[in-house]
Nanobody, 126 residues
Framework: QVQLDESGGGLVQAGGSLRLSCAASGRTFSSYAMGWFRQAPGKEREFVAAISRSGDATFYVDSVKGRFTISRDNAKNTVYLQMNSLKPEDTAVYYC???????????????????WGQGTLVTVSS
């Protein structure tokens, strides 16, 4: 089972930017579809973005399209989430996720990945 370690969260003002990173253990990173999910206080966890194993396909929830960009570096076993034009409603714990079987498109459709990181808190102040 892959181990995931997120970093890059913090406090930022509305309109600002953050880049989240997720480092994965093991030598089979390129065989995993990767995703980012988030959970705001009092709300259910929701899909944010996903990327295919090769990185040639990406998927986003409508609320972050044009503001967030997911990318991966298979040589570094790392997936990123660049977040621009942040809004207070983006405040949440952000989780990195991985799955060897499901696709990135399936993650967007609601398929829960098998492996999860511990989460990193993003707080956007107004």
């Amino acid at each position: 089972q892959v181990q995931l370690d997120e970093s890059g969260g913090g406090l930022v003002q509305a309109g600002g930017s953050l880049r989240l990173s997720c480092a994965a253990s093991g030598r089979t990173f390129s065989s995993y579809a990767m995703g980012w999910f988030r959970q705001a206080p009092g709300k259910e966890r929701e899909f944010v973005a996903a990327i295919s194993r090769s990185g040639d396909a990406t998927f986003y929830v409508d609320s972050v399209k044009g503001r967030f960009t997911i990318s991966r570096d298979n040589a570094k076993n790392t997936v990123y989430l660049q977040m621009n034009s942040l809004k207070p409603e983006d405040t949440a714990v952000y989780y990195c996720a991985a799955d060897r079987i499901t696709t990135a498109q399936a993650m967007r459709a609601g398929r829960a990945p098998d492996a999860w990181g511990q989460g990193t808190l993003v707080t956007v102040s107004s």
